[in-house]
Structure formats: structure tokens, C-alpha cells
Nanobody, 125 residues
């Protein structure tokens, strides 16, 4: 029902910034909680940030607090992740995820029903 396509990944120097986008199609996701996860080589996919459908109280993985900002533009049906002060530990494939309507945001992988294909972020030292 919902398709998610990430973009904005690429190579960035340590300390640099980039903004990831997740464009949703098929359905409006204004009533879906949404999240970003990431998966580094040799590691399991991990939670990064999430935002409820009410568009408030974003929640972040501890290591990205103060550096990453999750936001959404419901008019554009798009989720964003602003990455500032990137470090090499942020290198990973970043995935956008969405729940079904009115479900709460969660840090759990299985709390999300729709996933994008991912976009690679590489932070060089």
C-alpha cells in the first residue's frame, strides 16, 4: 500500500552534514508513525530516530542526539533526517520505515510495516 524511497545519501567528510529524504507514495503517511534505521557492515539493523503521526516528541538513539534531526513534511508526504557533525560511526545504509495508520512510534524493528530500500551514507575520516 505504501512505497518508501530514500535519497540523499552519499560521501561526506567527518564533521560534515547531509540530509536524507524518504518520499512516500501509494498512500498518504500523515497518520503513520515513521522512523529511520541504519545498518552498518557486519552489524544488525539498528534504530536511529522516530516520530509519531502527531508530528511531536521525536525520539533518538543516544549516540545521535544533538546531531541528527528527524522531521516530516506531510504536505510533501516526505520524511527527513538531517545529519550534522557526521562521524565515521554513522557510516551505514539508512532505511526509512513507516507503521500502519495510527500505530505508535517505536524503536523496535518489527513495529514498522513498510520499508524503503535504503540509501548509503559514508563518512570519511
Amino acid at each position: 500500500q505504501v512505497q518508501l524511497v530514500e535519497s540523499g545519501g552519499g560521501l561526506v567528510q567527518a564533521g560534515g552534514s547531509l540530509r536524507l529524504s524518504c518520499a512516500a507514495s501509494g498512500r498518504t503517511v500523515s497518520t503513520y508513525a515513521m522512523a529511520w534505521f541504519r545498518q552498518a557492515p557486519g552489524k544488525e539493523r539498528e534504530f536511529v530516530a522516530c516520530m509519531s503521526w502527531t508530528n511531536d516528541r521525536p525520539y533518538y538513539k543516544d549516540s545521535v542526539k544533538g546531531r541528527f534531526v528527524i522531521s516530516r513534511d506531510n504536505a510533501k508526504n516526505t520524511l527527513y533526517l538531517q545529519i550534522d557533525n557526521a562521524n565515521p560511526d554513522d557510516t551505514a545504509v539508512y532505511y526509512c520505515a513507516a507503521t500502519s495508520p495510527f500505530k505508535p512510534a517505536t524503536t523496535w524493528l518489527d513495529g514498522y510495516d513498510y520499508w524503503g530500500q535504503g540509501t548509503q551514507v559514508t563518512v570519511s575520516s
